[in-house]
């Protein structure tokens, strides 16, 4: 089993940043391929972007390209994601997900694969 716990949300003023971590434990998880996703208030869950691996590939929605960027640190089990530019409309609950059976991310399928869920941290972005 794999349990990872995000941090690092909160209250931002719009066009501010914002750094979450996802901390990996029980398994390592440097061979997994691993993805944010963000529900918004009254909104399904969307997904946001995804990492290989590696680190070396990377995949965003575009509602989020040219602002955000994922990066991993294996030997800390954890995963980034750096918010820039941020907007009113990035206000969400935001979960990190990791998939145990694929490397890279599994594009077209339900959830990109994803089998293991954080809890989730809130991130609100005032005007």
């Known amino acids: 089993q794999v349990q990872l716990v995000e941090s690092g949300g909160g209250l931002v003023q719009a066009g501010g940043s914002l750094r979450l971590s996802c901390v990996a434990s029980?398994?390592?998880?440097?061979?997994?391929?691993m993805a944010w996703f963000r529900q918004a208030p009254g909104k399904e869950r969307e997904f946001v972007g995804g990492?290989?691996?590696?680190?070396?590939?990377?995949y965003y929605a575009d509602s989020v390209k040219g602002r955000f960027t994922m990066f991993r640190d294996n030997a800390k089990n954890t995963m980034y994601l750096q918010m820039n530019a941020l907007k009113n409309e990035d206000t969400a609950v935001y979960y990190c997900?990791?998939?145990?059976?694929?490397?890279?991310?599994?594009?077209?399928?339900?959830?990109?694969?994803?089998?293991?869920w954080g809890e989730g941290t809130l991130v609100t972005v005032s005007s």
């Open positions: 990492i290989n691996w590696s680190g070396h590939s990377t």
């Open positions: 997900a990791a998939d145990s059976t694929a490397s890279s991310l599994r594009v077209g399928v339900l959830d990109y694969g994803m089998d293991y």
């Open positions: 029980g398994r390592t998880i440097n061979t997994y391929a």
